[in-house]
């Protein structure tokens, strides 16, 4: 489970790479606490640590909306499954469903194996052996699906297909961050015996957004006053997140 995590950090750090133009020149080596280190010629090191956002402050949905997650998780599964059947790639797929159409469940199957054959003729046309990303959006996808985002990287040797959202919808959002940040500074003052140079905290959330965005909270200038002992804290929201 331990080297499943760290193939999706691989996968989310080269994602925000692709992202951040500024993102630092160096050698970047996965590690253990931070989740990385990047290396720079002038012997100077960067720990980056990542984190998911955690909603803690996420809405309540109504019994109607949670059956139709499950639908929408039930998709999801089997359109992992018959893609499997057919591809060997390995790839991080997040899907955003429509709020103005519903998932009936007879149509479920049907629309899997759509969503399946969709994804599998963009992923052919692709070179697995690279990192690459692909956004698909209507009219290519079933009208029960907004968008859907597909990342690839050749490391990865397992796969992880997920609804958007699926860890609910903050309603306090900056609530969610401070206190992300108030459990990283706490293993921050571990890292430091590292004695490294600089550290980054880097937040993903599930919050889907147009594009790709980050969010750079520099300590003590950001409008919220996040307080924290790292150097830079980068708040990113996917296309899919």
């Given at each position: 489970m331990q080297a499943n995590k760290k193939q999706l950090e691989i996968l989310l750090i080269e994602y925000f790479r692709t992202c951040f133009s500024d993102f630092p020149k160096g050698m970047l080596?996965?590690?253990?606490?931070?989740?990385?280190?990047?290396?720079?010629?002038?012997?100077?090191?960067?720990?980056?640590?990542?984190?998911?956002?955690?909603?803690?402050?996420?809405?309540?949905?109504?019994?109607?909306?949670?059956?139709?997650?499950?639908?929408?998780?039930?998709?999801?599964?089997?359109?992992?499954?018959?893609?499997?059947?057919?591809?060997?790639?390995?790839?991080?797929?997040?899907?955003?469903?429509?709020?103005?159409?519903?998932?009936?469940?007879?149509?479920?199957?049907?629309?899997?194996?759509?969503?399946?054959?969709?994804?599998?003729?963009?992923?052919?046309k692709m070179n697995c052996n690279s990192f690459f990303t692909i956004h698909l959006s209507r009219p290519e996808l079933p009208v029960e699906i907004d968008k859907v985002l597909i990342i690839n990287h050749p490391g990865m040797s397992m796969s992880v297909w997920e609804r958007s959202n699926n860890l609910g919808v903050s309603v306090d959002v900056v609530d969610d961050i401070r206190s992300s940040i108030v459990k990283k500074d706490e293993k921050l003052r571990i890292y430091q015996k590292q004695r490294l140079n600089y550290y980054w905290l880097l937040i993903f959330t599930l919050i889907w957004q147009k594009r790709c965005k980050t969010i750079i909270l520099i300590p003590g200038f950001s409008m919220y006053f996040f307080s924290t002992l790292s150097n830079q804290v980068f708040f990113n929201w996917f296309d899919t997140f």
């Open positions: 080596v996965p590690s253990e606490s931070p989740d990385f280190i990047v290396h720079f010629k002038n012997h100077h090191r960067l720990g980056i640590e990542l984190t998911r956002l955690n909603p803690a402050n996420a809405e309540s949905i109504s019994v109607l909306q949670s059956e139709q997650q499950k639908s929408e998780d039930n998709v999801v599964s089997i359109s992992k499954t018959v893609f499997e059947s057919q591809s060997a790639a390995k790839l991080f797929v997040k899907f955003l469903f429509s709020k103005k159409y519903t998932i009936e469940k007879q149509r479920e199957m049907a629309l899997a194996v759509r969503l399946s054959s969709v994804i599998r003729q963009k992923v052919n």
